[in-house]
């Protein structure tokens, strides 16, 4: 019987998909691109692009092209058996991408390419492509002499144990939690806070109300729940996990693997012949150095300071005024701040739902995209899918099809929670055809009720955009190097800019005016609701400034200076970043570090302010078109061509100046955020 997914075809077999398919493909073409490799390195003794790059690429394509709608499927159309299918397969690619990362006759023959003649008659996203590859190599700890690249392994696993014993702490730590409480004592918290903290307690076989340590329960009883001594004794806990401190103390602490993790990052980075790990990770982002990303935090630090002051006194006098408390403690801020929220601006996002029906908003949406590229958007209703939901769409520019995007946006069961936007074919050269770009976009907004269409919040409007933004990039690209083409090879700390950059067009009236429409009546958003939704926008966003500024710089400092054998604890340091851009100093038992997963057993070590970062990108590049109007086709066509098209074919702040005409700065961001900036004033 023939596997679906070992054929070739242009979009995916979705409907002929079998979770018994699945391993026995995935194991029959990890197998086959292994001996196929080695093939190849044994076959030739010159290498070239076409002997080795794009037959290399060719059988990864075909691997991926495999693995995509199962991937797809796993996350929108779960079932036992399909996960069970993906989960079996995950240990196989990983291993996978390990043998062929550390492949050094694969690495050498790359090498040759990067060093022979030819190179120099690639074009700039060939060579790019190859360098990006001998980075990451060389980063894998090939190049290193044998006795030391042993040790490079040694310490990759034992920071790969450390990252999960980690994550396994702060989980047991937030499982161990929990506080029995009747209703009377949860006063002040919203419907659907309250009906989750009764069916907790039914789920642990209690009468009424049971609240942990999960976001949505505690969340709630920080920001609305009357009861201070309840907020402390939730905030206690929730701040304390996986520490020295509070109810666990001592139990599944993180401080000995905190400081093992950052030893072993630091020696990791010697061994590549970097300073320090922060060097390390800045090696495949955007930004030069820790210096560099210092100094631009600590401007960011600088220009928001005095608001963020500002509105920390504001709120002191609110809850003095209408509470008569005379300080405010740590636990207190989120309850007196949507207190202060509600009393100025009074607008729900129900409010919007009736003026945001999906029926006005993807017309909208797809209007937007036209003015701003020239490409339309048509329905494809003829296709293979696996749910109803699910829709087919084409890119369409000057009669020809370009790209084609899945579009799922509601809510259901066996569907993962969120918004993303994936990969399901890149762009690339395929033997004698080119491979047209395919996306995902994903979404979790409320289904339509009865015969009414789907009613958004604006947050969903945003959402939405986000992710076709991302799916631009993807689908735009005019790349055909699979690994730089779309948002492939794009640097971490860059990859947030298309995204953010068209959430922009969600907050304009001239554009709300295209997306909006009342589902009964068709009246755009009126002037009035936008106004307070404007205005709602930058409540307290200096002072959310402040808070991430110090995540990051204390996450930047801690991978760049701070040395285990130097005396100062990582506690010192934290306390040290907080006195300098900290607004709202916490309590001395605050161990928010013990359970900062992102930097400890996530991604994002010394990579925290890649958020920022992006930000910066995205408003600045968005003033741009403030400047020269936001459907100019003029300014539209630039961003396409230097941002959207170029994809990771070249650095990302080459790219930003192509397209901006300057490095980036910070000031249109703080002006979107309502920040006047320090030096203005
Ligand atoms: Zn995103």
Not at 296 to 306: N, W, Y
Request: net charge negative; proline share 4%; hydrophobic share 40%.
């Amino acid at each position: 019987m023939s596997n679906p997914l070992l054929e070739q075809h242009e979009l995916p077999p979705f409907s002929r998909v079998s979770p018994a398919d699945v391993e026995p493909a995935i194991t029959r073409l990890i197998e086959r691109n292994k001996q196929a490799t080695e093939a190849i390195l044994a076959d030739h003794n010159r290498y070239h692009w076409d002997n080795l790059w794009r037959a290399i690429e060719q059988m990864d394509d075909e691997l991926a092209q495999a693995w995509s709608p199962v991937s797809h499927l796993n996350g929108v159309a779960n079932s036992e058996e399909l996960r069970a299918a993906y989960n079996a397969c995950l240990p196989l690619l990983s291993e996978y991408a390990t043998w062929s990362g550390q492949h050094s006759g694969l690495y050498e023959a790359y090498r040759q390419i990067a060093e022979g003649e030819e190179f120099a008659t690639l074009d700039a996203a060939q060579q790019k492509a190859i360098s990006n590859v001998l980075r990451d190599f060389r980063l894998a700890g090939v190049a290193l002499p044998e006795e030391q690249k042993q040790q490079y392994g040694r310490l990759r696993k034992r920071l790969s144990e450390l990252g999960s014993q980690f994550s396994d702490n702060v989980l047991d730590a937030t499982n161990a939690w929990s506080r029995h409480v009747s209703e009377e004592e949860l006063a002040g918290l919203p419907a659907t806070a309250l009906a989750n903290a009764r069916q907790a307690a039914q789920r642990a076989g209690l009468e009424g109300c049971l609240i942990t340590l999960e976001f949505p329960s505690w969340y709630p009883v920080l920001a609305y729940c009357e009861n201070a001594a309840l907020r402390e004794e939730v905030y206690r806990a929730n701040v304390t996990r996986a520490s020295d401190e509070g109810p666990h103390a001592g139990q599944w602490d993180n401080s000995a693997i905190i400081k093992e993790t950052l030893a072993l990052r630091r020696e990791l980075a010697h061994l590549l012949g970097f300073a320090n790990y922060a060097e390390l990770s800045l090696a495949t982002k955007m930004a030069d150095s820790p210096a560099q990303v210092r100094a631009f935090l600590e401007q960011l630090s600088r220009q928001s300071r005095a608001q963020a002051l500002q509105e920390w006194r504001e709120l002191q006098a609110f809850a003095r005024e209408e509470y008569g408390a005379h300080s405010i403690n740590a636990w207190d801020v989120s309850f007196y701040s949507e207190k202060l929220r509600e009393r100025r601006y009074q607008v729900s996002q129900e409010d919007i739902r009736p003026y945001l029906p999906i029926t006005r908003v993807l017309p909208g949406l797809f209007a937007v995209v036209e003015r701003l590229y020239g490409v339309t958007v048509r329905e494809v209703s003829d296709f293979d899918s696996y749910h109803p939901d699910a829709r087919l769409f084409e890119l369409v520019q000057a009669g020809e099809v370009i790209a084609r995007f899945y579009l799922d946006l509601y809510a259901r069961a066996q569907k993962r929670g969120g918004a993303w936007m994936d990969n399901c074919r890149d762009r690339r050269v395929a033997g004698a055809r080119l491979q047209l770009p395919v996306a995902y976009l994903v979404c979790n907004f409320t289904p339509p009720v009865g015969d009414a269409p789907a009613l958004l919040t604006h947050a969903e409007l945003t959402t939405l955009f986000h992710e076709f933004g991302h799916g631009l990039h993807h689908m735009l690209t005019r790349q055909t190097v699979a690994s730089v083409s779309g948002i492939n090879g794009v640097a971490w700390d860059a990859v947030e800019l298309p995204s953010q950059f068209l959430e922009n067009w969600c907050w304009e009236r001239e554009a709300l005016a295209l997306i909006s429409g009342h589902h009964e009546t068709g009246e755009p958003l009126p002037a009035a609701l936008l106004d307070k939704l404007l205005a709602a926008r930058n409540f307290q966003s200096a002072m959310q400034m402040a808070r991430q500024l110090e995540f990051a710089l204390f996450d930047l400092r801690l991978h760049s200076e701070w040395d285990a054998a130097g005396g100062t604890t990582v506690q010192a340091l934290l306390d040290e970043v907080r006195s300098e851009v900290a607004v709202v100093i916490p309590p001395a038992f605050n161990r928010l570090q013990h359970s900062f997963s992102h930097i400890f057993a996530g991604g994002y070590a010394a990579g925290y302010y890649s958020y920022k970062w992006a930000e910066v990108l995205s408003a600045d590049a968005f003033s741009r078109f403030e400047e020269e109007g936001i459907f100019n086709p003029q300014t539209g066509s630039d961003f396409r061509t230097h941002i959207l098209e170029a994809g990771g074919s070249r650095d990302a702040m080459e790219l930003f100046v192509a397209f901006r005409g300057r490095e980036p700065v910070i000031e249109p961001l703080l002006r979107h955020c309502g920040i006047a900036s320090a030096d203005a004033a």
